[in-house]
């Protein structure tokens, strides 16, 4: 049997342990990794329907589950499978009925397919001119004022054409792009934000060195929608909390316009690089350097295998003796007694344009690391969520399930199998897996291996009842979705967590003039109640319109519901995003709509 089965059915269980699906697929650099994302990702997908055709025909000759998937969904999809061994040829032996099987009821499925990727657009920003010389700098200011322009020509026609003058970096490669018969479109919400149709993605990534080269970014929607909330504009002082992979931050200095300060944290070692190195793919940025002074001397190559290696070593080190210290490390003055706090600086060419990147944890940090800022314009405050407005939760969801109830009754696949074999299963639409975002039942978490208590929820919860519950009923019809049983404990843990960090950055912030508070999830406990709780506790904090008049949630049962946006996948043709705009003292007038709506 081919390897590559093996090792992803290794993913496929760590995935169904809690790991994330990319995390998993890119923790090492695998020459396969390819082949190893179609094989997992084309498993997740059919994953209620494998597990279904698994317990049927593979449970009693092949006790490696996620290998039996991943072999099923070869089968389905490729029609054939590499290599030997005994569990291909038993699957060999039942290929007619396995085929027959997943034909006549893979529909039953596919409920929610309209929540998949294919209906979230994809969208990309273009990089101001790049330098060649980094000690010669050049006004790109033409290009922005050119791209507004172009923008006012036809408010309806929002398609390029190929007769467009080259006169500026970015119409010379937006043509290049559509030459290349890849169709782009200007967003009609965002400015400098671009529209491309999902499958040139991969031509575009993989084929062309606009791309290669940097020239562009691709970046989510809403993370623009974020950014556009806060109404930055050129000067302004940012904080970006939670900051990586660096999609707001890249949108932000987009706005500030080669002046102001941007300032990021992120706790995460890996996170950290990932964000740097996001950062310096624009050319027009220098670094890292390790002081403030921005001191060529304290300036260093960003280097993915000495910025760990360093790290791990000097922490050795750092246990045996203090003198030793990275050149990666850097300590603020400001810190507390005994907590490190790494921080590094970026600076635009023009010298006009700075950020500083914290790496550590933001609890740690406290006013007096900003004493220097004592007029911050905007903080945005983006914690870790359950992700529920994302494409993958669809997966996530289907992997709860099979891991929540890994032993089911061996009575009912006896039953499904009788039914298939008189030929009456394909009218039986009754049963529990007849969508990918049923509520399971709790009447039995007994010998499940991978049960942290994270995912489990008591006996007597209400949401039991209602058995064939579906998100993407509510998610497809606009509506706020419960929480999935399997996911409950997990999104009150997180719903708690966002109320300290956003309590945190609070009480650090005082001046702070306005507060973003967005997540990518759809449930009411990780943003309502947030907000809900912030305005209870700090009476002097005011709720301002988040975004469009399109984009703001009214079918809310909050008084301040109108005011934050929501975005659903069917509606708006991006991901699902919660976004709340706060300003601290005095109710401000808010221009968001005035100046977004043009």
Known sequence: ????????????????????????????????????????????????????????????????KYLGLILLSVLVHRKKIDGGGLIKREIKKKEKDIMKYYEENKDRFNHDEKLKEGIIKKYFIIYDEKYEDENLYKDNSKCIENMESIRNIENKCTLFNNDLSNNNKCEHIINELMKKNIPIEMDEDVEFLYKINNKDVYKLINHYNIYKEN??????????????????????????????????AIFSLTLLKKKGYLICIE????????????????????????????????????????????EK??????????????????????????????VYY???????????????????????????????DVVFIDPSCSSSGMPDFIYKNNMANICLHPYKDDQKNKNVINKYKSKASCNNNNNNNNNKYILLQSDSHKNIPYNKQDNITSHNNKLDEHKNYSISDDV???????????????????????????????????????FIYSTCSFFEEENEQVIQYVLEKYPNIHLLNAGKDKFLFTNGKYVFSNKCVRTFPLIHSCRGIFISKMSIGPKVQNHINKETQM
């Open 476 to 514: 497809l019809k606009g509506n706020i979705p419960k929480v999935p049983t399997c996911f409950i404990n997990k999104v009150n843990k997180l719903s708690e967590f966002q109320k300290n960090i956003l309590t945190h950055a609070i009480n650090i912030f005082k001046t702070a003039k306005i």
């Open 1 to 64: 049997m081919s390897f590559i089965y093996r090792k992803a059915a290794s993913m496929l269980s760590k995935c169904c342990q809690g790991k994330g699906i990319k995390e998993i697929l890119y923790e090492k650099d695998d020459p396969s990794k390819k082949k190893l994302h179609y094989l997992l990702y084309k498993t997740l997908e059919d994953l209620n329907i494998l597990n279904e055709i698994y317990n049927m025909f593979l449970k009693k000759v092949c006790k490696n």
């Open 267 to 310: 706790k995460d070692r890996k996170r950290c690089y990932t964000l740097l190195k996001e950062l310096l793919k624009n050319k027009e940025y220098v670094g890292i350097y390790m002081d403030e002074s921005f001191d060529d001397t304290q300036k260093i190559t960003l280097n993915k295998k000495t910025f760990f290696h360093n």
């Open 215 to 248: 020239k562009i970014r691709i970046i989510d929607k809403t993370s623009c929608l974020v950014v556009q909330a806060a109404n930055i504009k050129k000067g302004m002082i940012i904080v970006d909390v939670c900051s990586s992979p660096g999609s707001k």
């Open 346 to 376: 970026i600076q635009h060419i023009n010298k006009e344009l700075f950020i500083k990147i914290y790496n550590c944890d933001f609890f740690n940090l406290t006013p007096q690391d900003f004493s220097t800022f004592p007029n911050i």
């Open 313 to 342: 070593k000097n922490t050795k080190q750092n246990t045996k003796q203090n003198k030793s210290k990275s050149v990666y490390k850097n300590m603020d003055n400001n810190s507390k007694m005994g907590v490190q706090k790494n």
